[in-house]
């Protein structure tokens, strides 16, 4: 989650799992909100289904109405961020003052607040290892309350390590591009098939069983019947047909 605006920039802490903070956010917090304002947030694959799910839509509808587009820092991989209000605070379009619209199907980034994850932007810097980061906003006065995590405890009750979980394919192919040297760009193709499989799961199902995907490719009668029903098994099996597309060939029927 990055901010908007001029604000002045904050420097985050590099942290570890056990790491331990205090902090709760409720609706009798005096900031209650304001953490919706002025964000820029990158949405995942799952984000996606959970709130095109939650709001009824398809995913397509869901991409027109309440995204835009924008490259990924540090590779040429397209992504998409939540579209914020056209209102003076540059709101969250599910915000309102007594909390969330879609809580329960909130983002990945929202979740991890006030911590965020190292995997997208600074895994070249891991040493091997995942890591966080956790910023404390001046804003912010969850902070000020007693409860205590650690980072471990905060995922785990926030639901973001099942997030990461079900995310774990797409991390690793944008984490694979990003290691590229600057020179290697991506087709316009590939870049279109990117975005089709990790946001647009609708067409993608459609790119599957009504194009000549199947005529091209093999997949046994198992899978072929589980992602016909299942879209988190359809996104992953998207997302490693994706990688192998990207970084190695593909077994095409003779």
């Known amino acids: 989650m990055e901010r908007s605006g001029k604000m002045a920039q904050i420097v985050p802490e590099r942290v ?13 917090v005096g900031c209650f909100t304001k953490c919706c304002r002025g964000i820029n947030i990158i949405l995942t694959p799952y984000d996606i289904i959970l709130l095109k799910n939650r709001l009824q839509i398809s995913s397509q509808e869901f991409l027109s109405i309440y995204t835009e587009p924008h490259l990924l820092e540090k590779t040429d991989l397209p992504v998409v961020a939540l579209k914020l209000l056209d209102d003076e605070e540059q709101s969250c379009p599910f915000v309102r003052e007594d909390g ?7 983002p990945s ?4 607040y006030p911590l965020g994850v190292a995997s997208l932007s600074h895994k070249e810097g891991a040493d091997g290892d995942e890591f966080y980061f956790f910023v404390n906003e001046p804003h912010c006065l969850g902070f000020k309350e007693d409860e205590e995590w650690t980072v471990r405890e905060w995922r785990q009750d926030q639901g973001v390590d099942i997030h990461d979980n079900i995310n774990a394919e797409w991390t690793d192919l944008v984490v694979r591009k990003r290691s590229f040297p600057p020179n290697i760009q991506l ?5 279109k098939l990117f975005f ?6 609708d067409e993608f199902k459609g790119f599957v069983f009504e194009s000549t995907f199947l005529q091209r490719y093999n997949v046994d009668e198992e899978m072929l019947e589980k992602i016909k029903s299942d879209e988190l098994a359809l996104l992953k099996f998207g997302l490693q047909w994706l990688k192998s597309v990207l970084f190695q060939k593909v077994p095409l029927k003779q």
Do not use: A, Q, W
Not at 23 to 28: G, I, Y
């Open 16 to 28: 570890g799992p056990d790491h331990k903070f205090k902090f709760k956010c409720h609706k009798d």
């Open 100 to 106: 969330c619209l879609v809580y329960e199907s909130r």
């Open 109 to 112: 980034t929202c979740r991890y």
């Open 187 to 191: 087709t316009e193709k590939s870049k």
């Open 196 to 201: 089709m499989v990790s946001y647009n799961i």
